[in-house]
């Protein structure tokens, strides 16, 4: 009969153990009664970078990396795209089911309400300098957001952190497009309650003398966008988010750690990185030379690869159509020439195959963001905006787990044995 445990012998004592075996994991703790001699400590497992290490159990995000699929509560990512809004998506992943018709109405009229920031705040954006980087404009801001709701901090309270998502949800779009309008030395355009979410967002960005003519193509492209992100389960920038959130630091807090992970290259900030390197590529007749050098090691083709998807990532498909449909209202981006030759290329090339390497969620968005009028810098803002969802979520699953404790790994130690201390005139 087939017995869920794992039997282990210990060479090193000749004794055996039984260790559980739940939902495809063994406990890290369970190894500690593995001891070669009193005092050691027992066994530990070393993963650096959690290559393969679950952190936490979750019923969110389901990612399939080998057979490309993603679900958010269970709905296949394509459907939700297709059919929901951002805010009945972020709904979905926040109460984990879909709201129905009166429920949605309510959620969004909570957010409608919260989309003011306090007058202060702009005092607050207007000391970064003119060309300031807008993800370091946005983490920094999020994280004031803090000192102006220090209720913020009754995380058990289920109430406060139901008021604190609104705000979050609320006035995140608000302070991304004040960043624009910073970035711009434009003036910035105050929220309007008769535009939905993605038409009020892009109001603030875009209005010039009180005119925007909203295009509802791109504007359903964004939304789709933003969709697509919004979660994916223990991805970096939301690691950090729960491991800051269990120190129990509030949720403002929390967030600006995930748009900090976020703002790196390997991670939110590749969308900007891809379009550099198109820029630098330059031609579609220097695409082949360019993926010599990716292979000879100088750089990485940016917007390929993943930690988890080891085939086609699913996001990246739909944002191909997606493409489709922003340019062909705004005209091509001369840029996609480039990029559908570099995906060509490096899908017939051993190098990739043999890495599954494959284009991820960046490889696409940063042409559409930039079709759609969005600076290189800005693109990974627009990747908080989607992603913000998934964080909040993960951050109360998180809270509501009586499993979770304060975030805090181990080390495996290799420095020096204790030495004595030199004094100066003798180093
Ligand atoms: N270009 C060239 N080679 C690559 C790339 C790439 N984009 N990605 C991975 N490789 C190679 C590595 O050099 C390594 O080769 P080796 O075995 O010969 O040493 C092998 O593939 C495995 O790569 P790792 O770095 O070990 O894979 P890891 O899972 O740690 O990294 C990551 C995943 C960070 C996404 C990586 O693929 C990468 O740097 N991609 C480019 C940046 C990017 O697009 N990031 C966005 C990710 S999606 C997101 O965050 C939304």
């Not at 919260?114 to 300098?129: E, Q």
Request: aromatic share 10%.
């Amino acid at each position: 009969m087939q017995s869920d445990t794992l039997k282990v012998i210990d060479e090193r004592t000749g004794h055996e153990y039984s260790l559980p075996i739940v939902d495809g994991t063994i406990r890290a703790t369970d190894l500690r009664q593995i001891s070669a001699a009193d005092g050691d400590g027992g066994l530990m497992s070393y993963d650096p970078a959690y290559l393969n290490t679950s952190s936490c159990r979750s019923s969110i995000t389901y990612i399939d990396g080998d057979a490309g699929i993603l679900r958010y509560r269970g709905y296949p990512i394509e459907q939700v795209a297709e059919q929901a809004s951002f805010l009945e998506t972020a709904y979905l992943l926040l109460e984990g089911e879909l709201p129905t018709a009166s429920q949605l109405a309510r959620w969004e009229d909570d957010i409608r309400t919260h989309t003011y920031v306090h007058t202060n705040f702009t005092k607050f954006l207007d000391g970064f300098r003119y060309d300031a980087h807008p993800m370091g404009v946005l983490l920094g801001a999020i994280g004031a957001l803090s000192t102006f709701y220090p209720d913020a901090k009754e995380i058990g309270d289920p109430e406060s952190r139901y008021l604190q998502r609104v705000r979050l949800l609320a006035k995140m779009p608000t302070i991304a497009a004040f960043v624009f309008r910073h970035s711009r030395g434009l003036p910035y355009v105050y929220p309007r309650n008769d535009l939905d979410y993605i038409g009020n967002y892009v109001n603030m960005t875009f209005e010039i003398g009180g005119r925007h003519e909203p295009n509802p193509v791109l504007q359903r492209a964004l939304e789709i966008l933003l969709i697509l992100h919004a979660d994916h389960e223990q991805n970096c920038s939301t690691s950090a988010v729960r491991s800051v959130g269990s120190s129990q630091v509030d949720p403002f807090s929390a967030v600006s750690a995930g748009i900090a992970a976020l703002y790196g290259p390997l991670h939110g900030g590749a969308n900007e990185a891809v379009l550099r390197m198109l820029d630098e590529v330059g031609d579609v007749k220097n695409v082949p030379a360019f993926i010599e050098s990716v292979k000879a090691g100088h750089g990485r083709l940016m917007g390929f690869g993943h930690r988890v998807y080891k085939s086609y990532d699913p996001r990246a498909k739909l944002i191909k159509s997606v493409a489709d449909q922003v340019f062909g209202e705004t005209g091509l981006n001369p840029k996609l020439e480039i990029a559908l030759e570099l995906e060509r290329i490096a899908l017939e090339d051993d190098y990739f195959i043999s890495r599954k390497l494959y284009p991820n969620v960046d490889f696409y968005s940063g042409l559409i963001y930039q079709a759609m009028g969005y600076p290189t810098d800005y693109f990974t803002v627009l990747f908080a905006l989607g992603r913000l969802p998934g964080w909040i979520a993960q951050w109360e699953e998180m809270l509501n787990d009586s499993e979770q404790k304060i975030s805090r790994p181990r080390q495996t130690y290799v420095g020096h044995d204790e030495r004595d201390f030199e004094p100066m005139a003798e180093r």
